[in-house]
């Protein structure tokens, strides 16, 4: 797996797979309701939200305008702090890292906490080839790796699972990856999270290497952070012997203080929480404390490259929160596999093409209906519709001549002459009454039959609002 899944259809096509299968659109629909709701209720309680957005921006645009100065700072904290700081330029060499630190320990296997960086880098499939076992420990990650699928959301990667089938799936996969589940195994929330625990145990017991993403990482002390709901990161991050991290380098925040913004920004905007049931912070290594040997891989992969773009580089704010998803109207009918990325929703469609190049994502600028409902939900206020329609502007510039763009400059030749355009109204005109029935034109022909597939086409009038003012001033000219 990767940040963009090559050889998926483009977002279009995918999305109209995905509008076909109501089982999809009835769990979307039921789960993003409830996740906008509790939000609602949890962002209410709090007369200072909107100033809470305020100050998580500013915090953002601070830490990018002096990117590099902070990122030096985290390396010289986490180094003095008894960590080792790596620094990967792409999702390769990001894999080649952790899969060299893995081998370095002697050991075959890993425990993972959710990490959106590792999805993107594709770091399971990198160490499966490096003979390197890899087991996701959060509940909705491992149905998405005993499914052999892909995540379909940010916060709550199996979305598209019902219960009934996540209870065949533990039943018919889990003994291949380990303790099988119970043969009574019910679709009750609880016995399919017992089954989860229980699977999981033996692996958090043995394994002595654990990888992490972070949410954030405090250039002043070298801190991270990760916060989640399952209690299954405390374990990763507290019983292996080593643990790699792996982050993005837009996670760095400048100073300990700024937690206070962010941990009550993220749990309200992600699961409508006033506080994540698990918050977990370490800074270097402890001696005799959790593991001993830590090291924090710093990912690059498009982001100084998307840092550069003055209107784009505001999606690097991203925390990661999922609130954009659940309350965008496209993507709560289509779902994540649609965008074809590990990024879905609003933040993936500005996101993905920007890291991964425009050319290999230039359909998912246009999965939006550019409402707006994304940017309000931003807890740090992202102007997703802007970056979309910036992205737009690009996608046009690299693409190679269409029939559409043919059109487009045709028409641009008409409309900036007037007798062009008189010439081609009435042409229209003609051409109208041939083909029309009822007031309208049927299926256009060539390019704009995408259009017509979709609409009605008036018939063009007979005359022209040029023609006509033309004809009755003369004539009163005349008079």
Known sequence: MSLVWLGTPAFPEAAREALADPRLRRNLRKATGTIRAK?????????????????????????????????????ESVTTAGGTVHWAVDAAEANRIVAGLVKATGESEVVKVKSMATQETGLNEALADEGIAAYETDLAELIVQLADDR?????????????????EIFRREMPRFGRPAPEDLTDDPRALADAARLHLREKFLRTKVAVSGANFACAETGTVVVVESEGNGRMCLTLPETLITVMGIEKVIPAFTDLEVFLQLLPRSSTGERMNPYTSLWTGVTPGDGPQAFHLVLLDNGRTATLADEVGRQALNCIRCSACLNVCPVYERTGGHAYGSVYPGPIGAVLTPQLAGIEQASSLPFASTLCGACYDACPVKINIPEVLTHLRSRAVEAKRPSAEGLAMKAAAAVLSSPTRLAAAQKAAALGGRLLGRGGVIGRLPGPMRGWSDTRDTPVPPTESFRAWWQRTHEEGRKS
């Open 39 to 75: 939000r609602l209720e949890a962002t209410g309680e709090l007369d200072d939200w909107e100033q809470l957005r305020d100050a998580g921006e500013a915090i953002k645009r601070r830490t990018l305008r002096h990117l590099g100065r902070y990122l030096e700072q985290l390396e």
């Open 151 to 167: 995540p379909s959301h940010i916060l709550v990667p199996a979305i598209h699972r019902g219960r009934a089938e996540i209870r």
